[in-house]
């Protein structure tokens, strides 16, 4: 599959047998967030047809969708989190060169839109700030953000599924770098749906799944100041105009 215009010499295909060991030299590359991406895991995962690669005209990218079993230390990290259903797949975050204007990523989100069963995005948080306009543009939601191999801290979204509302007046906003309130909000309840570009940085928009967040006047949400109460924190948070 080749993009076109300026993308026309970037082509995209499924990885085979052949492509393990540059498959693998990308996610050993990609340093401590990808440690879990053992040679073993990459080479059955392209022997099955899991991984796609982006070749310009090398690999340059990859990712896929696979169960986190052909990857034992992303197992067992990921049954420690206790999010993930039972049988839900994992949309790998793609590793390699920056993926100018989302085109690989949109191909791997068309995989796991076409799974039809659960699917799961672990993105790391140190590395993968990049990869947040991407998956919520594409309509994922954040769920948590929880540690994963080698208790390095993930956004983890889900792929679809939830229906919520994104609305400004029921939504409030914290900023990406807070994330000790962003993981408590999450775990009480909220879900990320989007991110909005304040004065000091850009903030993940987050709302009540069910009945929406509301906020006053002032930009403020009650919901939100009883979670971060219950957090052990204290300032409210604000919706930044």
């Known amino acids: 599959m080749a993009l076109s215009g300026e993308k026309a010499r970037f082509s995209v295909r499924r990885l085979t047998r052949k492509d393990a060991n540059a498959a693998a030299a990308l996610y050993r590359a990609a340093g401590r967030d990808t440690a879990w991406a053992d040679g073993r895991g990459i080479a059955a ?3 099955r047809g899991l991984l796609c690669g ?19 230390a992303l197992r067992e990290a990921a049954e420690k989190t206790q999010l993930l259903p039972r049988g839900a797949r994992l949309l790998l975050p793609p590793a390699g ?7 690989f990523f949109q191909i791997l989100v068309a995989k796991a839109a076409a799974h039809g069963g ?14 947040l306009e991407n998956c ?24 679809g599924g939830l229906e919520v509302k994104t609305a400004p007046e029921c939504s409030i906003m914290v900023p990406v770098s807070d994330t000790l309130t962003l993981s ?27 009945k929406g967040v509301r906020q006053d006047e002032s930009g403020n949400s009650g919901e939100l100041c009883a ?3 219950r957090s052990g924190l204290v300032e409210a948070a604000r919706s930044g105009g």
Request: contains cysteine; charged residues 20%.
């Open 45 to 47: 995962a392209c022997a």
């Open 184 to 210: 408590r909000l999450l775990e009480d309840g909220l879900r990320g749906v989007g991110l909005r570009a304040l004065q000091g940085g850009p903030a993940v928009c987050l709302t009540d799944e069910e």
């Open 227 to 229: 979670a971060r109460r």
């Open 136 to 159: 919520f543009a594409a309509g994922f939601v954040l769920r948590a953000v929880r540690p994963l191999h080698e208790l390095r801290p993930h956004y983890f979204f889900e792929c």
């Open 54 to 72: 982006g070749f310009a005209p090398g690999l340059t990218l990859c990712g896929g969708l696979c169960g986190a079993g052909l990857f034992p």
């Open 118 to 131: 659960p699917v799961w995005m672990p993105v790391p948080v140190r590395t993968g700030g990049a990869m």
């Open 97 to 103: 060169a920056p993926d100018d204007g989302g085109l």
